[in-house]
């Protein structure tokens, strides 16, 4: 069997979908509204963690006054950035998906684009998850002091906990995301390559 | 007539756009409406088998044929004849569906394929159901390039009008196609 062969399955499967499934009235409401868009479904999840994030580093800031020490106000600093920065790429992730298409370019065109902003969007992930890192470590440093003021050097077995569950957590998550990705990395450099210059 | 016929058909924002403007602009609306419907139902299958092909759950199918509409209805106006109505609006069905991929992988996928086992269900055509699932097993594996080729040629295209929206040469689209064939002929023997 080849591909010549399998052209009648695709022509057949032509005849037997003409079944007016697309009423005047459907293409009518179709090209009016966006009733059954997936972007909404993403938006509210990535729009909820970076509210929260922004919410974490305004706490971080207003509690402030609490880090008596240069290196508490420092990694305070850092915890701040760090949980603008991932909700900028959130709200960035977000904006490029609701970006304008330009539907008129050619196929390939357009995969290049998609090739290009999938390569970046992988990029993003990295320095997500190296962000990810540095919050664990600066939340864990702020946290004693942040709830009640404790001196952290007494309280080991919270070190040891907080510690062990963060980095074996992110270890996992960090693995699980590369070992996902590699293969769909490769082949969008593959296609780019395949691509017109 | 014809008129009153599609105002019936249409909604109340379809009603209220056209209440906005003359009778002159009305009436060339309405049968803008009437070719986009027209060319629409032409190439009613090719956008389901699109989206069929570049989607995994009925879910996202919808989504992608709802999307197509949505970007050639915007797009018509835009339309400027230097090739055919039926070569633009392929190329657009491609392209949005390459967009939509973006959306869909960053949902997780929620129903198997579903649609094409109980239409053919109906159809009570085992040799068809069968082949079917050989021709989309082969094109899932294929790259977004030589898949968008193939999908092409599968339908009829010329190696020409493949050409033209894809946006490679002709020469091209002729070695590709035959490396392809080459690969899909050895895959499927290994698979029978």
């Given at each position: 069997m080849?591909?010549?062969d399998l ?10 979908g ?5 009423t ?11 009733y ?6 993403i ?8 509210s ?11 509690s ?10 420092s990694?305070?600093?850092?915890a701040?950035?760090?949980l603008?920065?991932?909700?900028v ?10 970006m304008?298409?330009?539907?008129n370019?050619?196929?390939?065109e357009t ?5 290009t ?16 890192y ?6 864990i ?9 404790k001196n952290?050097?007494?309280?080991k077995y919270f070190w ?10 992110l270890?996992?998550?960090?693995k ?7 293969k769909t990395?490769?082949q969008?450099?593959?296609?780019l390559?395949e691509l017109p210059? | 007539?014809h008129k009153?016929i599609?105002?019936k058909?249409?909604d109340f ?8 403007i003359?009778?002159?602009q ?11 419907i027209?060319?629409?139902?032409e ?5 389901y088998?699109i989206?069929?092909v570049?989607?995994?759950n009925?879910?996202d ?6 999307e197509?509409?949505?970007q ?11 090739s ?10 491609l392209?949005?569906?390459?967009y939509q991929?973006?959306v ?7 129903l198997?394929?579903v649609?094409?086992a109980s ?16 021709l ?9 390039l030589d898949?968008?080729i193939?999908l092409?040629y599968?339908?009829?295209?010329s190696?020409?009008?493949?050409a033209?929206i894809v946006?490679?040469?002709k020469t091209n689209?002729a070695t590709?196609?035959?490396?392809i064939?080459?690969k ?7 698979n029978?």
């Open positions: 080849e591909l010549d052209k009648n399955t695709w022509q057949n499967e032509t005849n037997a003409s079944q007016n499934n697309l005047t009235l459907i293409i009518d409401k179709m090209t009016k509204e966006k059954y868009s997936k972007i909404k479904k938006a509210y999840p990535e729009i909820i963690g970076s929260i994030c922004v919410i974490a580093a305004g706490f971080v800031a207003l402030f006054n609490r880090f008596d020490t240069i290196v508490l106000q990694v305070a600093v850092v701040i950035i760090v603008l920065a991932i909700s790429f959130s709200i960035l992730s977000l904006q490029r998906l609701n304008k298409k330009d539907i370019k050619t196929y390939a995969l290049k684009t998609f090739a902003q999938k390569l970046a969007f992988y990029k993003l992930q990295k320095i997500n998850i190296i962000l990810c540095l919050l664990m470590v600066t939340i440093i702020l946290l004693p002091k942040l709830f009640g003021d952290i050097t007494q309280y040891l906990f907080a510690s062990g569950t963060g980095y074996s957590f270890l996992f998550y960090s699980f995301v590369s070992k996902f990705y590699k990395l490769q969008t450099e593959d296609l390559l210059q | 007539m009153n599609l105002l058909n249409c924002f379809y009603i209220m756009e056209t209440n906005k003359s009778d002159n009305k009436l060339k609306l309405v049968d803008k409406k009437e070719r986009f027209a060319a629409i139902k190439n009613e299958c090719f956008i088998k989206a069929s570049y989607t995994n009925i879910e199918k919808n989504d992608v044929v709802q197509i509409l949505y050639l209805w915007k797009s018509f106006d835009s339309f400027n004849q230097k055919s109505l039926n070569t633009w609006m392929y190329r657009v069905a392209n949005v569906a390459v991929l973006k869909f992988k960053k949902t997780i996928p929620t198997p394929l649609d094409h239409h053919h269900a109906e159809t009570n055509n085992n040799d068809q159901e069968d082949n079917w699932k050989i989309r097993q082969q094109i899932d594996a294929l790259n977004l898949k968008g193939v092409l599968l339908e009829d295209k190696y020409e009008e493949i033209t946006g490679i040469t689209v590709k196609l035959s490396r064939k080459e899909l002929k050895t895959q499927i023997h290994k029978l």
